[in-house]
């Protein structure tokens, strides 16, 4: 069965034919045999014409049946028509319940032209709003490699923040719930926290009753809700207006986190403390974050806003999970990372090797795990810390290249890797011993990953680290 856009390309063409030659629908029916309404109808792409009826309509128009049938439109009005007739039938446009324009003979090529315009506009709209994992991979790469460029620092923010926390009063220490809800009030926004907030927000702004609403405190004294309250202003702040596409949305997510943290961890006072520190040489994630009551990871990412555009320190910070995948990345430091063919590194799984994933196997986590590791572009020193949430394990590392160590706490360590990735040798295979025990002889079943960066490590079954499996089957098999 032909589509109906091929009946409609077939229609088109027979019209032209037709018209070419001079004859009415009533002139070619008789020639044909058939009356004149028939041919309308196959005209317009609502019937499917016999085969020796096209013969007969070839012959009275002095062209072939495989002209006929070429699924070409016949001229630039045609063109025009069938992509509006496909535009028109699109689930897209259907959705709006928008009656369809019937093409009358009178209707301008201009009419069509500006409606298809219309058309093309809303399915460019639609494509990028429902962007693919793709696409949302591709824009995150490219808003990464742009603050990559820019030392990861964005000085209007920073000032922006100062002055917020001037005004309300803010003079040092670690922000206080006061004080967040000072600086709402003064851009005329209360703090309301509610336990219905739908599954899908973080927070809730009533831009017309001057709301902020906010999840009730999970963890009492945690600076997660001070951080949310600061982003939802920060859209005001910032002007932001809804995102047109996915890039736009990032780069809003983006600002609000840089806006929040800015206030957590003022630019001056930040400074302040890591200039003094680094004098020591006793630079460390851990202190930085209790100076400033933030989480490891809320510290361990200001220092890339901050370490680089001040004291000239490139360096790489990484949100690891128990199995391994970058939850989140920075580095300007050209720590070799494993990365996607769109040049994506989230989702992707570090090397076995690397701090971010031995520090998983120490006893003691309640200090930072240190540790040197060679790579193929040089040696790093990195510092890690290890911490468990509902969705379990997570590892926060901060590193450097070798010459910055000396003003870090922890340079000392007697730890030292050796990482040969990406290649596959260093720790994507399983030992040749676990290799020969259970190759062919295990069958694991490959949890799946819902989280839209799923990474899925290679081996000898999807989605599952065989490498794990075999020892697995080994620790249990002695047993
Ligand atoms: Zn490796």
Redesign the pocket.
């Known amino acids: 069965m032909p589509s109906s856009f091929e009946l409609s390309t077939l229609g088109h063409r027979i019209r032209h034919h037709r018209v070419s030659h001079g004859y009415t629908l009533d002139e070619l029916g008789a020639i044909v045999g058939v009356a004149g309404s028939q041919l309308s109808l196959i005209e317009n792409g609502k019937r499917e014409p016999k085969l020796s009826l096209l013969q007969a309509i070839a012959r009275a128009t002095g062209t072939e049946v495989s002209d006929l049938l070429s699924t070409e439109p016949p001229n630039r009005r045609a063109a025009l028509e069938l992509e509006l007739d496909r535009a028109q039938s699109s689930p897209v446009f259907r959705r709006l319940g928008i009656p369809p324009v019937r093409v009358t003979k009178t209707m301008s090529d201009d009419t069509i032209e500006t409606i298809l315009g219309l058309h093309r506009e809303l399915q460019r709209r639609e494509r990028e709003a429902i962007a693919t994992p793709e696409e949302a991979r591709r824009a995150n790469t490219e808003l990464r490699l742009r603050m990559r460029e820019r030392n990861n620092y964005l000085g209007d923010i920073e000032k922006l923040a100062e002055k917020q926390l001037r005004a309300a009063g803010h003079v040092s220490g670690a922000l206080t719930h006061r004080s967040v809800s000072i600086m709402a009030e003064q851009l005329g926004f209360e703090l309301i926290y509610a336990s219905d907030l739908p599954h899908s927000a973080r927070s809730v702004t009533d831009m017309a009753n001057g709301r902020i609403y906010l999840p009730p405190a999970s963890i009492p004294g945690g600076h997660g809700l001070r951080s949310m309250a600061l982003q939802a202003m920060a859209h005001r702040l910032l002007g932001h207006t809804p995102p047109t596409d996915y890039a736009d949305f990032l780069q809003q997510r983006l600002e609000i986190n840089y806006y929040a943290a800015c206030c957590l961890m003022p630019e001056t006072a930040s400074v302040a403390f890591l200039s003094q520190a680094k004098k020591d040489r006793d630079l460390a994630v851990e202190d930085f974050r209790d100076a400033f009551g933030v989480t490891h990871e809320a510290a361990g990412m200001r220092m890339t806003n901050l370490l680089t555009e001040h004291f000239d320190i490139k360096l790489h910070f990484l949100r690891v999970d128990g199995a391994g995948a970058i939850n989140r990345v920075y580095e300007n430091d050209e720590l070799p990372l494993p990365m996607d063919v769109t040049g994506a590194v989230e989702g992707q799984i570090?090397?076995?090797?690397?701090a971010a994933r031995s520090a998983f196997g120490e006893q003691n986590r309640t200090t930072e795990h240190y540790q040197y590791t060679d790579t193929p572009a040089g040696t790093f020193w990195c510092s890690s810390q290890t911490g468990s949430t509902a969705e379990g394990e997570y590892s926060i590392t901060v590193g450097v290249p070798f010459d910055d160590a000396r003003w870090f706490r922890g340079r000392e360590t007697p730890k030292r890797a050796v990482?040969?990735?990406?290649?596959e040798a260093?720790?994507?295979r399983p030992p040749a011993d676990l290799t020969a025990r259970w190759e062919d002889k295990a069958w694991p079943s490959a949890r799946v990953h819902m989280q839209m960066f799923s990474p899925l490590p290679r081996g000898a079954f999807p989605g599952v680290d065989d490498g794990e499996v075999y020892a697995f089957l080994d620790r249990h098999a002695e047993g």
């Not at 570090?350 to 690397?354: D, G, P, T």
């Not at 990482?419 to 290649?423: E, F, I, R, Y």
């Open positions: 570090v090397c076995r090797k690397f990482s040969t990735c990406p290649d260093c720790c994507r």
